[in-house]
């Protein structure tokens, strides 16, 4: 090893010691005639002294020229820097190396930023030169959680049992999910594998084999629009298990996030994870994926709106809507006018037609105390019921929404996350709330396809009582399906599948994939399923989100070593490009590209 330590290493009980020591400048001072360097690894900071009585005037001159992210070996003595020099912010604060003898291993050009995490650095550049990005320290942190997590994820399945298989990133195109990435067939011309967007057919095949716990750190792959929490590759936690129920598996994934949280954080997590139906959740939050770190649920008041004097109300009723509302307690002063008329046009840009509200002044009994849109036009005895219904105080805010069903859950869910989060900052950092939300629909209605569509996959189990449903009324058959919600984000899903031929091809019916269609699309899981298919379920995490949440970044580009950019691209390696005409010949492709 060029190096006996690391730059973080070095304590106090060292001091005597001669020690060799490698590393990145971070900066370079000159203190009257006595050169001084902060030499960076990833384990830390470690300051090195040049004095010429100690390491010569040839070293001394050497060092002087010493710049930034020139990579350099130190050999000297440690000694301690005493009580008034120690620096308390660095772990080797107490000491520094006195060097004997410097080697410069590598000089650097001026970096295009600083190495720094207080830098503040625009994101394009950072990706470009990602590789000067991950020295910095916020970024190693970031990396090194992740190498954590998907650690304690391991240890905890294999002391479960769990058999950690890799399952084929080339495969079949299959049709009806997230849109594929294709690659040509050099030996088979105009014929395409597809990355796979996930292990989910190949898990259920190993069940089928046999194989009973199965568990993979998976890259999958899906050709989508990209925001802060998607990539075009990304990686799962996935796993399967055999002659299970909905609760064992809830119960295992639940263990991970303990273990998780417990290894990376220190933290321990409460046990069980509360639960909610999926209808529950919609009901009471407007999402399947509600931030519980507040309270502020959605109450319905269609029956008390059929007569409450406010014409917008009656008349979302009239055209088979709804009318729901949720009280922001105390938050008449936080809320100005201007903010609540913002939060109104928040709410028309997500579907609504306006955002009625009423604030409640000192006496929640005088008229004249409700005020808004629509506080006048609610009759006194509709007002008493309201103040009843709402557990209305002084100073709270109403806000209500009347449209259809789809839209009040859309609309209110998302006011609801704004006032928690953005304008009463009712979530505290530092706060976990899980929380599972299961039996979703099986499948809802596309009005684009006009046709129904999967809610989560075409193998997730219909509850059996279910099943006569199917060919009626598809819409009103529940799935055993099951997600795992932190704080308003969902990092985990996943169900019991379908392990028997007849129920996979009434579901496929339902979703009007014919017999032909099914089998030339997933013949081989039909043709594995009749072999005796144990019954089988999974779920699989989002490590990137999880790793997001965990060390508090904004977006999974920061938890990612080497990232793509929100059109695509990899601004490092400067692709996708153009191929040679000549490759394109040996795939057997031809290039239509748009106008221009």
């Given at each position: 090893m060029l190096r006996t330590h690391t730059c973080g290493e070095l304590r106090l009980a060292d001091v005597g010691a001669?020690?060799?020591?490698?590393?990145?400048?971070?900066?370079?001072?000159?203190?009257?005639?006595?050169?001084?360097?902060?030499?960076?690894?990833?384990?830390?900071?470690?300051?090195?002294?040049?004095?010429?009585?100690?390491?010569?005037?040839?070293?001394?001159?050497?060092?002087?020229?010493?710049?930034?992210?020139?990579?350099?070996?130190?050999?000297?003595?440690?000694r301690a820097r005493g009580e008034k020099n120690a620096n308390k912010q660095l772990a080797t604060g107490d000491i520094e190396v006195f060097a004997r003898r410097l080697t410069v291993l590598n000089p650097a050009p001026t970096p295009p930023f600083e190495i720094d995490e207080h830098a503040k650095v625009g994101e394009e550049a950072r990706l470009r030169y990602r590789f000067l990005d991950l020295r910095r320290p916020a970024m190693q942190r970031r990396l090194l959680l992740r190498h954590r997590i998907v650690q304690a994820a391991r240890r905890y399945f294999d002391a479960l049992g769990f058999v950690e298989v890799e399952t084929p990133v080339l495969?079949?195109?299959?049709?009806?999910?997230?849109?594929?990435?294709?690659?040509?067939?050099?030996?088979?011309?105009?014929?395409?594998?597809?990355?796979?967007?996930?292990?989910?057919?190949?898990?259920?095949?190993?069940?089928?084999?046999?194989?009973?716990?199965?568990?993979?750190?998976?890259?999958?792959?899906?050709?989508?629009?990209?925001?802060?929490?998607?990539?075009?590759?990304f990686t799962q936690i996935d796993l399967e298990m055999s002659f299970v129920t909905m609760d064992d598996i809830m119960e295992v994934g639940e263990g991970m996030a303990r273990a998780v949280w417990r290894e990376a954080l220190g933290v321990e997590l409460p046990a069980p994870f509360p639960r909610l139906t999926w209808q529950e959740a919609m009901d009471r939050y407007g999402s399947d994926k509600p931030d519980l770190r507040f309270a502020l649920p959605i109450v319905d008041l269609s029956d008390w709106a059929a007569g409450c004097g406010f014409s917008v109300f009656e008349k979302a009723l009239?055209?088979?809507?709804?009318?729901?509302a949720l009280n922001a307690p105390g938050a008449a002063e936080q809320l100005s006018r201007r903010t609540l008329d913002q939060l109104t046009e928040f709410a028309k840009g997500i579907g609504a037609k306006g955002l009625a509200w009423i604030k409640i002044g000192a006496d929640?009994?005088?008229?004249?105390?409700?005020?808004?849109?629509?506080?006048?036009?609610?009759?006194?005895?509709?007002?008493?019921?309201?103040?009843?219904?709402?557990?209305?105080?002084?100073?709270?805010?109403?806000?209500?929404?009347?449209?259809?069903?789809?839209?009040?859950?859309?609309?209110?869910?998302?006011?609801?996350?704004?006032?928690?989060?953005?304008?009463?900052?009712?979530?505290?950092?530092?706060?976990?709330?899980?929380l599972w939300?299961?039996?979703?629909?099986?499948?809802?209605?596309?009005?684009?396809?006009?046709?129904?569509?999967?809610?989560?996959?075409?193998?997730?189990?219909?509850?059996?009582?279910?099943?006569?449903?199917?060919?009626?009324?598809?819409?009103?058959?529940?799935?055993?399906?099951?997600?795992?919600?932190?704080?308003?984000?969902?990092?985990?899903?996943?169900?019991?599948?379908?392990?028997?031929?007849?129920?996979?091809?009434?579901?496929?019916?339902?979703?009007?994939?014919?017999?032909?269609?099914?089998?030339?699309?997933?013949?081989?899981?039909?043709?594995?399923?009749?072999?005796?298919?144990?019954?089988?379920?999974?779920?699989a995490f989002g490590l990137d989100r999880l790793v997001m949440l965990l060390s508090g970044a904004e977006s999974i580009r920061e938890v990612i070593a080497f990232p793509k950019t929100q059109r695509g691209r990899d601004e490092m390696l400067d692709c996708p490009t153009a191929v040679s005409e000549r490759q394109l010949a040996e795939l057997h492709i031809l290039t239509r590209l748009p106008p221009a």
């Open positions: 001669t020690v060799t020591l490698c590393g990145w400048v971070q900066n370079h001072r000159d203190h009257g005639g006595v050169i001084f360097i902060d030499l960076r690894d990833r384990y830390g900071l470690t300051q090195v002294v040049f004095d010429a009585d100690v390491c010569g005037a040839a070293a001394k001159e050497q060092a002087d020229r010493l710049r930034s992210e020139w990579v350099v070996q130190v050999e000297g003595e440690v495969c079949k195109y299959t049709p009806g999910g997230a849109r594929n990435f294709l690659v040509p067939s050099r030996l088979h011309p105009g014929q395409f594998y597809a990355l796979a967007e996930s292990p989910q057919l190949f898990k259920q095949l190993l069940m089928i084999a046999g194989y009973d716990r199965y568990v993979q750190i998976a890259k999958c792959f899906r050709d989508e629009d990209l925001r802060n929490d998607r990539q075009p590759e009239e055209a088979k809507g709804v009318v729901r929640p009994g005088r008229a004249e105390d409700w005020q808004g849109p629509a506080a006048k036009n609610i009759t006194p005895q509709a007002r008493a019921q309201l103040a009843e219904r709402l557990q209305v105080r002084a100073g709270d805010v109403l806000f209500f929404g009347a449209d259809t069903l789809k839209t009040v859950r859309t609309v209110l869910g998302a006011v609801r996350n704004q006032l928690g989060r953005e304008l009463l900052q009712l979530a505290r950092p530092g706060e976990w709330r899980f939300v299961h039996s979703a629909p099986l499948c809802e209605w596309s009005e684009e396809e006009r046709a129904w569509v999967a809610n989560h996959h075409p193998f997730t189990a219909p509850y059996r009582e279910q099943l006569p449903l199917l060919a009626s009324d598809p819409g009103a058959v529940l799935s055993q399906s099951y997600d795992l919600v932190l704080n308003g984000n969902e990092i985990g899903g996943g169900s019991i599948r379908i392990h028997d031929a007849a129920t996979q091809q009434a579901v496929f019916q339902a979703l009007g994939i014919g017999p032909e269609e099914a089998q030339r699309k997933f013949g081989f899981l039909l043709h594995a399923l009749s072999y005796g298919a144990p019954p089988h379920g999974g779920m």
